[in-house]
């Protein structure tokens, strides 16, 4: 760190980077970052001047580098809506920190939103430092309060969060992301717990997301946008996006995915077009080395954003600005975005309100989950890609890729990478979770997810599942050591739950996330997050003195046990060296043993 300072200091020196007032500036991260391709699309015609009262901070700085802080952000947005009957802000949760987490919501509606019109949701900042999304939204506020787009709100509502983490959005620095150009402050990509919220909306750990999922519930949204910014390798895009089921790939909402498909990517690609700027299908290079080894769509995972949509029935999209690209290129892409999707909305919401519906009367019975990339290309695809060399670095001693910023003219045509489920679980009629654990039933809840609540004991005829080879994972994740468990054993058992369990019915549009989040085997569900892992500990033993003679009766009196117990000595050497493992293995066959070691606590009823 020593050698590098004096680097950062000078680069710091060329630009007030750390006040947090706009200024003019020589971008910092330019000293070492690939060149920009030039820029200078229609949507340029979107800036205010900044001699506009309403001009953001974001159009008053002349470099058009700079995102506000949390301050002075919801200072603005105040003074907007003491401004303007179209806007209200609305608080609807508490960080860590103790910072309100707000939305704004832009309506012709009053107080309450009509039901009638489609909601678009949203949300930037869960990745503090990609805040596209906030200056684009404040821009597009302000243009439907005072410059001629307040018919955008004829037919459609809209609500941004404009900063998700806000606690995250406050630890700012010119040194949070090295890997994009701009804002010249950045916030940070954590929450100040150190939790990543675009890995929550499964297990809904922390605050932010468990409020999110609250203002979801409350506004139904038609369709929700999650505004972030890229990592990894140069191309030519400055505006890509994705969703699960794009491209007919299996979907877990087929309908939602068909309407994005169909009617929503290709007049969202047109308007981004029109307006100067490159969209393209969100892809994730497959080899950091060789950006030629192909594409893949980043797995279908439900705690991200667009994977926990597709389960949910809520039509989402995750937007990926591309890192490299000037901010104020990503900020207008971004506003331009926002301002098609409410058109679309306002034109072809009832048909996506209709895709909504048939998707939640789905009930498959067969449910794939834990999905990999797979290891053949689906397909070939043709990508925009920019010119770069390798050179032989003296720092890493190998072979380094240098972007050039230079549009390459012909097409790279690359192999494509789907996503394939490696588990598929069966539907049971319903979970009962048992009164000990409010927490896992208080998730549930949060997630909307209905319930029976016992108000007296019920005894019922269940499956409960034994976990034969549980794996505690070698180091956390998301603050939780996770578990994974291969085979599990059914048990059909007689059980009494006391008063203050839950029945979780599989039957309802939330069901499959029901399903995802309590087998144990699904890479989703609280099991694996480690939630579980009392069930783990066995809490009764037997000495050697007791178990040996016992287990020599055992042998003596079961020709079968005997058998079984000679050929697992014939084909395992080491269990026939280790003693005490011969003598658990007779012990875990007495009804001395911990019935419930392994037995995984929640409750599965089937047919």
Same mark, same amino acid.
């Given at each position: 760190m020593r050698a590098l300072l004096p680097i950062l200091l000078t680069l710091s020196l060329a630009s007030p980077a750390m006040s947090q007032s706009p200024s003019p500036v020589a971008p910092w991260d330019q000293a070492f970052l690939p060149p920009a391709p030039a820029w200078n699309g229609a949507s340029r015609a979107l800036l205010r001047p900044a001699s506009d009262p309403w001009a953001t901070d974001f159009e008053r700085d002349p470099e058009l580098d700079f995102s506000p802080d949390y301050a002075a952000t919801r200072a603005w947005f105040e003074r907007l809506d003491a401004a303007s009957e179209l806007i209200r802000l609305e608080v609807f949760g508490t960080s860590p920190e103790g910072r309100d987490i707000f939305a704004v919501i832009a309506s012709k509606d009053g107080?309450?939103?009509?039901?009638?019109?489609? !909601?678009?949701? !949203?949300?930037?900042?869960?990745?503090?430092?990609?805040?596209?999304?906030?200056?684009?939204?404040?821009?597009?506020?302000?243009?439907?309060?005072?410059?001629?787009?307040?018919?955008?709100?004829?037919?459609?509502?809209?609500?941004?969060?404009?900063?998700?983490s806000v606690d995250g959005h406050e630890r700012a620095s010119p040194y949070s992301r090295p890997n994009q150009r701009g804002p010249r402050i950045q916030g940070w990509r954590n929450t100040a717990t150190n939790q990543n919220l675009n890995r929550d909306y499964m297990k809904l750990d922390q605050a932010e997301m468990r409020a999110m999922r609250g203002l979801i519930l409350k506004y139904r949204p038609d369709l929700y946008l999650d505004v972030h910014v890229t990592d990894g390798m140069d191309y030519q895009y400055d505006v890509t996006y994705g969703f699960n089921g794009e491209n007919g790939v299996w979907s877990r909402s087929p309908a939602i995915a068909r309407w994005l498909d169909n009617r929503y990517k290709p007049d969202l690609n047109a308007a981004l077009e029109t307006q100067g700027h490159i969209p393209g299908e969100l892809v994730f290079g497959i080899d950091d080395a060789n950006p030629r080894a192909g594409l893949s769509d980043g797995g279908l995972g439900e705690r991200f954003s667009n994977g926990w949509g597709a389960a949910a029935r809520v039509p989402t999209v995750l937007i990926e600005n591309h890192s490299l690209k000037p901010f104020a290129q990503r900020v207008l892409g971004t506003y331009v975005l926002m301002e098609t999707s409410l058109r679309l909305l306002a034109e072809r919401g009832a048909e996506l309100r209709q895709a909504v519906a048939e998707d939640s009367a789905l009930r498959l019975q067969a449910i794939p989950a834990n999905f990999t990339t797979d290891p053949e290309p689906a397909y070939r695809r043709s990508f925009r890609g920019i010119r770069y060399e390798t050179y032989l670095s003296p720092a890493s001693g190998r072979e380094e890729i240098r972007w050039l910023g230079e549009p390459d003219p012909e097409p790279w045509d690359l192999p494509f990478y789907g996503s394939r489920p490696t588990l598929t679980l069966t539907r049971p009629e319903a979970y009962w979770v048992p009164a000990h654990r409010p927490d896992i039933i208080e998730r549930l809840r949060l997630h909307g997810i209905a319930m029976e609540v016992l108000d007296a004991p019920r005894t019922v005829e269940i499956e409960m599942l034994r976990l034969v080879d549980p794996q505690v994972s070698g180091r956390s994740n998301e603050g939780h050591v996770p578990v994974t468990v291969r085979t599990v054993t059914p048990e059909r058992r007689s059980w009494t739950f006391p008063a203050g369990s839950a029945r979780v019915s599989t039957d309802q549009p939330l069901g499959d996330v029901a399903v995802l989040l309590l087998e144990p085997q699904s890479s989703e569900s609280f099991f694996a997050w480690g939630m579980f892992t009392e069930v783990l500990n066995r809490v009764e033993y037997i000495e050697g003195y007791a178990i040996a003679p016992l287990a020599e009766r055992m042998l003596a009196a079961d020709p079968a046990l005997r058998a079984e117990f000679e050929a697992k000595l014939a084909a395992e050497p080491a269990f026939a060296a280790d003693g005490d493992a011969r003598l658990q293995w007779f012990y875990a066959r007495t009804p001395f043993h911990d019935d419930r070691f392994r037995l995984y606590p929640v409750g599965r009823e089937t047919r």
């Open positions: 107080a309450t939103l009509d039901p009638a019109k489609p !909601v678009l949701l !949203v949300q930037a900042g869960i990745h503090p430092g990609e805040i596209d999304g906030k200056d684009a939204g404040m821009m597009l506020l302000r243009d439907m309060a005072f410059y001629g787009r307040d018919g955008l709100l004829d037919r459609v509502n809209l609500i941004l969060v404009p900063i998700l």
